[in-house]
Structure formats: C-alpha cells, structure tokens
C-alpha cells in the first residue's frame, strides 16, 4: 500500500541567517527526490555512517520514495533548504515515523557538516517532538550509535533519556515521553 502525502504547511518555517542566507523549514515533498539524493550524496562519509549506521554511498531509488512520499496523518519529515541561484539546496532533514501498533515514534536527523551548530537541528527537533505530541504519540525514540557523542550530547539536551542497546552495544537507546516534554532548549546542531 502506498503512503499518502498529504503536506502539513503549517510547519513551514522560514529564518534569516547570521551570514544572510535564508533557510526554509518546511514537510519533504515527493518531488524533493533530486535535492533528497543530493544532499545524502554531498554528506561526509562520517555523517552517512552516524546518520544510517552502514557504509551507504548513495540512497537508492526505493529509499527515495521512501523517505519523500511520507503519510503526514502517522509520519513527519522535515527538510532545511537554503536558496540559491534560483533553486533549493537541502542542508539538513529530520524525521519520525510511527511503529506498528504503538504509540510510539522513531526519529531520525542529519544536518550537513557544514551546517552543523546553527541550531537548524534543534529547531527541526523541536518541530519534529511538537507534531508528534499534538498526534497524541506517548514516546519518540531513536537508535544512536554509542560513539557518536555529540548525537547523545544533543538529544540528552532536548530530554531524551539514553540506553544500551541490549541488542546490540554499538547502540544507544534515546527516549523521549512527549507530554513530558516543555519545548525550547539551547542546544545545537
């Protein structure tokens, strides 16, 4: 069965940066594919391994539809783009999707090297932990690898509680009761 995409505009966000540039926040779009592959494809081979916790090179076309045509009524995905010379640039996406039969959410995020600590990743997560807490999910979770520590670093800011893995000790277990949940944090990433 295919997953709808009916987009959510009420969190599209737009910010002017200290340098100038203006950045958008605002739902993944099927027809963001191009700049969803690009910006996989532009990420440092560290960032691909943190983010996807394997040796990916490049999303294949499958992951593409995947990560593009979200059900927002269950799902969310967010992607930071800039503007320039007329067109978008991804810079960084964050996401959650719903685990069977739970009320319970699995995040995800990863914002380019390069912008990195500009807070686009606290917002995205702000954003992303808000709309799960108006979807009535109890927990957002997520799996970050143990060395990844400035990861844990940030979630353990927003209020995320971590864990071993006790499936596996390369992993931790972040989790976050959304009603506990109080909003704006100081952190970056």
């Given at each position: 069965m295919g997953r709808a995409n009916k987009q959510n505009n009420s969190l599209k966000i737009s910010i002017?940066?200290?340098?100038?540039?203006?950045?958008?926040?605002?739902?993944?779009?099927p027809i963001?594919?191009?700049?969803e592959w690009d910006f996989v494809h532009r990420l440092s081979a560290q960032s691909k391994y943190l983010r996807f916790m394997t040796g990916l090179k490049d999303l294949s076309p499958a992951m593409l539809r995947?990560?593009?045509n979200i059900d927002f009524s269950k799902d969310m995905a967010l992607i930071a783009v800039v503007h320039a010379k007329g067109q978008e640039r991804q810079v960084a996406?964050?996401?959650?999707?719903?685990?069977?039969d739970r009320p319970?959410?699995?995040?995800?995020?990863?914002?380019?090297?390069?912008w990195q600590d500009r807070g686009i990743g606290t917002l995205i997560m702000e954003l992303l932990i808000l709309d799960a807490k108006n979807k009535g999910y109890a927990l957002m979770q997520g799996e970050i690898l143990s060395s990844n520590t400035k990861m844990l670093q940030f979630v353990e800011?927003?209020?995320?509680?971590?864990?071993l893995d006790t499936d596996d000790a390369r992993v931790r277990i972040a989790t976050l009761v959304l009603q506990e949940y109080s909003g704006r944090h100081h952190c970056s990433i």
């Open positions: 002017l940066q200290k340098d100038g540039s203006k950045l958008t926040i605002r739902p993944i779009r963001d594919s191009e700049i995947y990560f593009t996406v964050g996401r959650y999707f719903k685990y069977p319970v959410c699995e995040f995800a995020l990863v914002v380019a090297d390069e800011h927003l209020g995320f509680a971590t864990k």
